[in-house]
């Protein structure tokens, strides 16, 4: 049994996020005591944890063992997604005949590794002594090609006698591109997890989102639909690809399910499970990834985490689609030459270095633009130049919802033509948004929290204005709640105890959409003193007050101090409006949103700590 908790909407909101705070459900104690007769561990847990995979709806016997113990076998079978049978066979038709064969990716991180993924299986599958020709993957340049599939490669591979396309996380909405496919003797087959409107005309579309869809996983992104092919190509026949060969390409299917953001839970995170072990074996990475995690400045005494994918590996691969080489990119995850992989690594690295600099002037140019419409009270944003690149748009745009916590859409105008990129919240469908706006778009597509749209620059006020009305049609419940998991008191634990919990949580991985890393909550505490500023202000540390003494052999938990990324602005903003001066902040009592994990800072002087302590949000003590 599940308890629903509530929340007042009109309690006073965190400092850095803006937002009311929101526990989760709670769990039945009488369920907690039969979730741990049931812990396939062979250690004893704690509550917190129980209580954790009770919210998260992991309580059933055969749940928890597949949770702590996921098997590829447990894996959906891949003809239950609809056309997969048309599409296996008529790519078995083309390595019997030894046919040409084109694969055509997209930009992204997903539709890299999905192209890569699908080059590599092309590259190995034999039938009855037959072999496809794979020409040389292709993925657009978006500052050419722009969004979708490049017609000018479909014309390129017919002159070149290609007779079998296939397109991954792309395609479904390509109606007039594939057209021109079939015109010139061409058979398509799409794997894409994007939603479209009308059936292209394909030979199979295998998309876990069209309407007719049965299959449990509607998460599947461009890599996970072309893993499933591959997977639906051993089941049918298993001598047509080498015994190992799924296990070979799930850190690509890993790191594109991260990057896209797909929720992970189900046969999303035994994927990524599986991904991250491969990913962690020195003798299994692939050379591209290996020299990625080199330049990305990572230790590999600490094992790669799903952390590591998000903000370390997918900004350097999505850098190359947006302002650098997108090919390089490719090349990079496909290469089996060491040092042309460091070679590669190091030009992503260097292109998002770019990109990052480019990223902060546009947040600095939106953010001085936004204010009015803020301070105005507009429940979304809807803001423009010709200055920006559309390559880094979507970044933008997804950093001004994390301050302002309403949809927002930012358009780079180049000419005559204007490329937008939406992010929204979790309360409001920006693609259904867009649907009814649709009249002032020449093109858009996408899903509920993020989208991309193509304009004419003079229709940019009457499309802001359509989208506003729009939003003022949805209903709305206030502010997104800041969600916690736990209340957990660390002034009655000690340093020890955290550390056993840490390693606890490390059960729970990987991390992300769906399956976010726990927060806890603590409240009543006092500061030691005022934060210190790090990196110029932009980071914050914050040292509490704790018992005195120390806990039998251990320490007291309140000892280690908490760091807090990127939230000095909205600290600073506080003290000046509320007039606070550092007396005022340790008179007064605070209550905090935590985060506990694996530290992977290892000081050159001075002892390791294998902990570190993120606060997420912190607000007066006293708010329900």
């Not at 090919?327 to 496909?334: C, F, G, K, P």
């Not at 009814?436 to 004419?456: E, I």
Request: charged share 25%; net charge negative.
């Amino acid at each position: 049994m599940q308890l629903e908790m509530g929340f007042d909407s009109s309690a006073q909101p965190g400092v850095f996020s803006g937002r009311p705070w929101l526990p989760q459900v709670t769990i039945d104690p009488g369920r907690v005591v039969q979730m741990r007769r049931d812990v396939p561990l062979h250690f004893q847990v704690s509550d917190h944890l129980l209580n954790i995979l009770g919210v998260r709806g992991v309580t059933e016997p055969k749940e928890l063992e597949r949770y702590f113990f996921p098997a590829i076998h447990h894996l959906h079978d891949p003809f239950e997604l609809k056309e997969m049978n048309v599409a296996v066979e008529r790519t078995f038709d083309a390595v019997r005949r030894c046919e040409k064969v084109a694969v055509h990716g997209d930009f992204d991180v997903d539709g890299l590794t999905g192209c890569a993924l699908l080059c590599e299986t092309l590259d190995a599958l034999r039938l009855e002594g037959g072999r496809a020709r794979l020409v040389p993957g292709f993925i657009p340049d978006r500052a050419t090609d722009g969004y979708g599939v490049a017609e000018r490669m479909i014309r390129q591979w017919a002159a070149e006698g290609v007779q079998l396309l296939i397109t991954v996380d792309t395609g479904a909405a390509a109606t007039a591109e594939l057209e021109l496919a079939n015109e010139l003797g061409m058979d398509v087959i799409v794997l894409d997890h994007h939603i479209f409107e009308g059936r292209p005309p394909a030979v199979a579309l295998v998309n876990p989102r069209r309407s007719d869809s049965e299959y449990s996983n509607t998460e599947l992104c461009g890599v996970g639909v072309a893993f499933k092919f591959a997977q639906a190509l051993a089941q049918q026949e298993p001598k047509s690809l080498p015994r190992d060969f799924l296990g070979s390409v799930l850190d690509l299917v890993a790191l594109g399910l991260v990057a896209d953001q797909m929720s992970l839970v189900g046969e999303n995170r035994i994927l990524v499970k599986k991904g991250l072990e491969r990913f962690n074996d020195r003798n299994l990475i692939r050379p591209g990834l290996a020299a990625l995690l080199d330049v990305s400045g990572l230790d590999r005494g600490f094992p790669v985490t799903t952390g590591e994918f998000a903000y370390q590996l997918a900004p350097r691969l999505n850098a190359c689609g947006r302002i650098g080489r997108v090919m390089s990119a490719l090349e990079l995850l496909l290469t089996r030459d060491p040092v042309r992989a460091r070679q590669l690594a190091e030009e992503a690295d260097r292109t998002n270095s770019r990109r990052k600099e480019q990223d902060q002037l546009l947040k600095e140019e939106a953010i001085a633009m936004a204010v009015p419409f803020v301070e105005r009270g507009d429940q979304g944003l809807v803001l423009s130049s010709s200055a920006w690149h559309k390559g880094i748009i979507g970044i933008g745009a997804a950093r001004l919802v994390e301050q302002y916590q309403i949809p927002v859409i930012l358009i780079a105008v180049e000419g005559d033509e204007a490329r937008g990129s939406a992010r929204s919240v979790p309360n409001v469908d920006v693609k259904s948004i867009l649907d009814r706006c649709s009249q002032y778009l020449l093109r858009h597509g996408g899903h509920a929290q993020a989208a991309g749209m193509t304009l004419r620059p003079r229709d940019i006020p009457a499309f802001r204005e359509s989208f506003l009305a729009a939003l003022r049609e949805e209903e709305h419940s206030g502010p997104v709640p800041e969600g916690y998991d736990l209340d957990l008191c660390l002034s009655e634990m000690g340093a020890k105890d955290v550390v056993r919990l840490v390693r606890e949580l490390e059960h729970l991985e990987p991390f992300g959409s769906g399956n976010r890393k726990p927060v806890f909550r603590c409240c009543g505490l006092q500061l030691q003193r005022p934060p210190t500023q790090l990196s110029g202000g932009a980071h914050l540390r914050f040292a509490f007050r704790g018992p005195s003494r120390p806990q039998g052999d251990d320490t007291p938990a309140l000892g280690r101090e908490f760091i807090s990324f990127g939230t000095g602005e909205a600290w600073r903003r506080m003290l000046k409006q509320e007039g606070l001066q550092p007396r005022d902040l340790l008179d007064r009592k605070w209550d905090i949103l935590f985060q506990i994990g694996r530290s992977t800072f290892r000081p050159r002087n001075g002892q390791y700590d294998p902990v570190q302590q993120l606060l997420v949000d912190i607000r007066p003590a006293g708010q329900p």
